[in-house]
């Protein structure tokens, strides 16, 4: 047994040491944060691109965007441009056309700086600009269709969305209905696109429409459709839950003539161009979600520390701070995901699987990091004047646009060789 002396010795040596080795351990995570991810996919170069278009985002966006959101519109032709000015718009597309050249990664590191815009609208625009509407018609593309359409919009002198989702087809992209029939030179378009970023401002539509009647996946093709034709109506412009200052529109395809030769590379192989296409967009998604995510976790901490409940920080209820570092944790995860699927899309590989689980787990994240966030908030995380609520309402899309969470489980099923056979 031990005497009390021994007793208050080994208790003195025991908490000298605890002292030592929290303090080594403090030093250890402070140390730690100023380590890189692993495995990390950016470079100084990226680092600075991200530098220099953060400069643009607080200059040139963010003091407008409570303004853009009340007004439930953007200027997308004013920002595309300044943003086009720069390069922010190509960085990973051919110098030719007036990109900056570089690989998939350095979209992927502009995607993730663009989370720090104060909303959710404007990011998921550029996005359509330049991951959704543009990388079919980079890779299969004419020349011609690529200095007609390509150079613009990587200049930001033309606005592009993309068309796929219609009333009746959202989901089941194979079901969609409007038809772009062959006549001599021209292709005649009828029918109506659903769900249109952009749509209110765009020059031109990037448009997967039915040329044939063969089967749904070999009947379609991508088109170039300019949106001044005759013929072309935007019914409407859609309200929505949040993504206030991005404009959604419904439009409508009357008769409307363009050149056989705006389809993009072989007539009839739309569907696959599109889901090839899917794939960086859904790699977007998720990029754009990781900063929201960290600055939803931080932004509540520092507000749960400073209120004070029952004489404490909310914080300091175990509930809060425990599942603040679940959150943490979690955020990492998709992250060393994310930047898996990045390395081994870099490599040449198809990445549908892992796209996929990025997409879903970016989606699934966003809802409960945000909802459970809000919470902590209290009443102030109901109100329009702090970034929790509207990060709420736009972050809930991730789980719906460019393929709702079902959709997502089910290509990773396939994948696993799980997916039960449709007869
Ligand atoms: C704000 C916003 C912007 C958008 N921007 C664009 C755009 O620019 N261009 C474009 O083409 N589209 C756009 N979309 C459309 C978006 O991609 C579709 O909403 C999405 O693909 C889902 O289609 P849907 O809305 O028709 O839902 P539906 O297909 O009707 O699905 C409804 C629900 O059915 C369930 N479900 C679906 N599939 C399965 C399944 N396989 N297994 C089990 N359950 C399932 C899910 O719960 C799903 O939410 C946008 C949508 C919104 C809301």
Redo the contacts with the bound molecule.
Sequence with gaps: MLSTVTRKLTCQVYRGLTKRLFHAGTKLCQQEQTVTTFPDIYTDDHKQLRESLRKLIDKEINPYVDEWEEKEIFPAHEVFKKLGNHGFLGVNYPVEYGGLGLDFSYLMAVAEELGNINCGAIP?AIG?QTA?SIPALNRFGSKKLKEKFLAPTIAGDYVA?????EVG????VASIQTKAIPQGDDLIINGG???????CQADWMCLLACTSDGPPHKNKSLICLPMNLPGIHVAKK?K?LG?KS?D?AQIFFEDVRVPRSYIIGEEGKGFLYQMLQFQEERMWGTAGVLEPLENMIKMTIDYTSQRKIFGSPVLNNQNVHFTLAEFQTEVEMLKALFHKCISLYLQGNDVTKYASMCKLKAGRLSRIVSDSCLQFWGGMGYTDDVFISRYYRDLR?LS????????M??IICKYMNILPKTK
């Design positions: 998921m359509v959704m969305c993309l068309g796929v989702s087809a959202g989901s089941d696109k659903m769900w249109t970023t952009n749509g859609i929505k993504m991005s959604t899309l719906i646009g460019a393929g709702v969470d079902e959709v489980l089910s």
